[in-house]
Each structure stands twice: as structure tokens, then as C-alpha cells.
């Protein structure tokens, strides 16, 4: 088992920042790759950004790419995601994951409770 808590999620302007983080604890952290995903009222969960388990490799989806930058650092169990210039449209709640590599949520077996973002026009 692996578990994940999310933080860093409030509500902040357009054109701010945030910095999420997602702390994991359990099975050896460096094994899985991980992911952020995000889900917003009606929709689908979707996938936002991932990384290798060394961290070597990140991918993004296209409407965060330039602006996110998705880091960890395996010494501390934690991912990150920095989020720059957030826009309305990124309004959700975030989720982090963990698992194998890959941009759909089956890839990933273990998840975090979530942490909302919210960002006013």
C-alpha cells in the first residue's frame, strides 16, 4: 500500500501561483511513477502531468504545458506540482497518484483524498 496526501491548494487569483505537494508513505516511493490528475464539477478526471520513477522523464497535457512543472524528490516521498500563471480553466480538484507510466487513470493504483484548486477571473 501507498498513501498519498495532497496539499497546497486555495484560492488565488488569475496569473498567480501555487505549489502543490503530495507527500507518500508505505511501499518505496522511488518504485512507482506518479501523476497528477484534476477533476472538475460534471467532468471526467483528467490527466495533468507525470513523472518517471527517477524522474528523468515528465509529460504534460496541452493546456498546462509552459505553465506546470511537475518535480520529486525521492529522498522526501514527495511529488510536486508547480502551477504558474493558473488561469480559470484550472479550477478543480487535484489529485496525485501513483502508479505505472501513463496518462489514464487505470495506470494508477493508489491515490490521494484531493486538494482543491480555485482560481477567481
Known amino acids: 500500500q501507498v498513501q498519498l496526501v495532497e496539499s497546497g491548494g486555495g484560492l488565488v487569483q488569475a496569473g498567480a501561483s501555487l505549489r502543490l505537494s503530495c507527500a507518500a508513505s508505505?511501499?518505496?516511493?522511488?518504485?512507482?511513477?506518479m501523476a497528477w490528475f484534476r477533476q472538475a464539477p460534471g467532468k471526467e478526471r483528467e490527466f495533468v502531468a507525470r513523472?518517471?520513477?527517477?524522474?528523468?522523464?515528465?509529460g504534460y497535457v496541452n493546456s498546462v504545458k509552459g505553465r506546470f512543472t511537475i518535480s520529486r524528490d525521492n529522498a522526501k516521498n514527495t511529488v510536486y506540482l508547480q502551477m504558474n500563471s493558473l488561469e480559470p480553466e484550472d479550477t478543480s480538484v487535484y489529485y496525485c497518484?501513483?502508479?505505472?507510466?501513463?496518462?489514464?487513470?487505470?495506470?494508477?493504483?493508489?491515490w490521494g483524498q484531493g486538494t482543491q484548486v480555485t482560481v477567481s477571473s
Open positions: 497518484a501513483a502508479g505505472v507510466w501513463g496518462t489514464s487513470t487505470g495506470g494508477y493504483t493508489y
Open positions: 513523472i518517471s520513477p527517477s524522474g528523468s522523464a515528465t
Open positions: 508505505g511501499r518505496t516511493f522511488s518504485n512507482y511513477a
